[in-house]
């Protein structure tokens, strides 16, 4: 992106130093930053603000503050856009049931918000977010849906490996009962057209109210949002025949 819109400055941040290093565009920098502890930022510092795949990251409680600090931080009249997908995926064969259960309950015990994806919208509307609107769309996860699905499986294989630990400390799994159990959950993800939601919510961030002696004098206008659909998207990939859960 920042290669892309040359005029804009990007600036991401992760509590890790995960960022791509052989490529570094001048518009671009990257911060180690723990989002629970608020953002180092001056308020009203962006004027897009986006956040994505932080389900396994916070906890449920935490999801207010988070939320709060990425509005102090958005310019009045600016764009915050969050996306998820839930932790538990559809169509799954029974050996991804019993793991997504296992996951499920492990998640819920370390207090993470397991719903989160779908409660996008409700939660920025309960922060003050002006405007919210919010789509979700279905994305293939094996072969069996293309180009998109076997990126989702390339992408499945590393949220696997990171989740190995956690998930062997769950299950007591060694090694090589591991490595089997995702392999047979790779034919699964094939043969019962596994897929997963992916939700999106964004809206404004209002202007101050106007004082009241300014209120004769000065209006305030609160920008559109960008051109994005409001409503369900159709993916530009099969459609996966299973209603969403
Ligand atoms: C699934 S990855 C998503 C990465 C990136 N946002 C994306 O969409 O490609 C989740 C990331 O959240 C980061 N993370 C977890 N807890 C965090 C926190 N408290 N503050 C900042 N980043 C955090 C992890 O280090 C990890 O890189």
């Excluded at 998820?84 to 996951?103: C, F, H, Q, R, Y």
Aim: hydrophobic share 35%.
């Amino acid at each position: 992106m920042s290669t892309e819109h040359t005029e804009t400055n990007f600036t991401g941040i992760d509590i890790s130093a995960v960022w791509p290093t052989e490529i570094r565009p001048r518009n671009c920098r990257f911060q180690v930053v723990n989002a629970l502890q608020g953002l180092p930022f001056e308020d009203n510092t962006f004027d897009f603000v986006h956040q994505r795949f932080l389900i396994m990251g916070y906890p449920a409680k935490d999801w207010p503050f988070v939320i709060k600090e990425l509005i102090r931080v958005t310019k009045p009249g600016g764009i915050i856009e969050l996306t998820e997908i839930p932790i538990v995926s559809n169509a799954n064969g029974p050996e991804l049931t019993k793991l997504m259960e296992v996951l499920e309950q492990g998640c819920s015990s370390r207090g993470l918000d397991t719903k989160a994806a779908k409660k996008l919208e409700g939660m920025m509307r309960e922060a003050g977010i002006q405007e919210v609107k919010g789509c979700h769309a279905s994305i293939p996860v094996g072969a069996w849906g293309a180009k998109v699905g076997q990126l989702m499986r390339e992408n499945s294989a590393g949220t696997w490996s990171s989740l190995k630990g956690f998930i062997k400390e769950l299950t007591g799994m060694n090694d090589t009962q591991y490595e089997a159990m995702i392999k047979r959950i790779f034919v699964e993800y094939e043969h019962y057209k596994c897929y997963v939601n992916c939700y999106c919510a964004w809206g404004v961030k209002p202007h101050p109210a106007p004082r009241p002696e300014e209120s004769s004098s000065t209006s305030y206008n609160i920008p559109a949002t960008p051109s994005m659909s409001s409503s369900t998207t159709s993916p530009p990939y099969p459609q996966n025949p299973h209603p969403q859960h």
